[in-house]
């Protein structure tokens, strides 16, 4: 496992852009599939976007294409998220999750490791 911890969030307006920052402990972070979900007041964790461990291939939940980009600095041990567009939608906690894995998916129940979480609040 990894340790993971996010930063980056904050309170922003409608229309506002913010970027998340993910940062993981250990050697061997190009061999983990990363992956952003939040969890908005009253719901269920639930799948923004995903990037595999050499960043060649990434996932979007459908209500985030064409306004969130996740990216990822393995020289680093750093993933992002960049969110551009936000909208009052988007108010949750962001959470930051690896999987040992080549592949991205979408259920949280895969993912070994988390970070606490990040609270972004988007007022209209």
């Known amino acids: 496992q990894v340790q993971l911890v996010e930063s980056g969030g904050g309170l922003v307006q409608a229309g506002d852009s913010l970027t998340l920052t993910c940062t993981a402990s250990?050697?061997?972070?190009?061999?983990?599939?990363m992956s952003w979900f939040r969890r908005a007041p009253g719901e269920e964790r639930k799948f923004v976007a995903g990037?595999?461990?050499?960043?060649?291939?990434?996932l979007y939940e459908d209500s985030v294409k064409g306004r969130f980009t996740i990216a990822r600095d393995n020289a680093k041990n750093t993933v992002y998220l960049r969110m551009n567009a936000l909208n009052p939608e988007d108010t949750a906690v962001y959470y930051c999750?690896?999987?040992?894995?080549?592949?991205?998916?979408?259920?949280?129940?895969?993912?070994?490791?988390w970070g606490q979480g990040t609270q972004v609040t988007v007022s209209s």
């Open positions: 999750a690896a999987l040992l894995s080549r592949y991205v998916v979408r259920g949280a129940d895969d993912y070994e490791s």
């Open positions: 250990g050697r061997t972070f190009g061999s983990y599939a």
């Open positions: 990037i595999n461990g050499n960043g060649d291939t990434t």
